[in-house]
Structures are given as structure tokens and as C-alpha cells.
């Protein structure tokens, strides 16, 4: 899963400005950008490498043919039309 995660550099540690879903000790990889630097090739950059990645674990859910048809169906257990 990836996240994009604002943070403060201070006394050698990366310190995140909001809660960050992660287990304790989890190891991670980080690309830094400064704020006043991330331009907007950088942040189409990031954009495009979210959305590769949300398209790879979409591409791995299981999902019934007729899902677009029949959503109230699998949403709310209705008759099949």
C-alpha cells in the first residue's frame, strides 16, 4: 500500500505530521521531496506511481461479471433482476 506522508526532519528522524498506517518496526522505502522543490513533473510523478499502484491491486481483486448490473444484488442481498 502506498501513501504519500508530509513529514519534519528533526534530530535524525523522519517524523510524520499525521498518523501514519504502518506496524511498528515495519520497514519502508522513501523518496523526499523539500516542499518548495516538488514541482509539477514531481508531483505528476508521484500522482502516476499512486494510481500504477492502486490499478495493480485493483487488477487482483476477484469480481463478479455481472457486478454493474446486479450491485444491489451484492450490496444489499436483493433478488437478482
Do not use: C
Not at 508530509?6 to 522505502?29: D, M, Q, S
Not at 509539477?40 to 494510481?51: I, R
Amino acid at each position: 500500500m502506498s501513501q504519500t506522508v508530509t513529514a519534519i526532519y528533526e534530530n535524525g528522524v523522519f517524523r510524520p505530521l499525521k498518523k501514519v498506517r504502518l506496524h511498528e518496526r515495519e520497514r519502508v522505502e522513501l523518496s523526499i521531496f523539500k516542499e518548495n522543490e516538488l514541482d509539477d513533473t514531481a508531483k505528476t510523478d508521484v500522482k502516476s506511481s499512486l494510481l500504477s499502484n492502486l490499478a495493480d491491486i485493483a487488477s487482483d481483486i476477484d469480481l463478479p461479471e455481472d457486478l454493474s448490473t446486479q450491485h444491489d444484488h451484492y450490496l444489499y442481498g436483493l433478488p437478482k433482476k
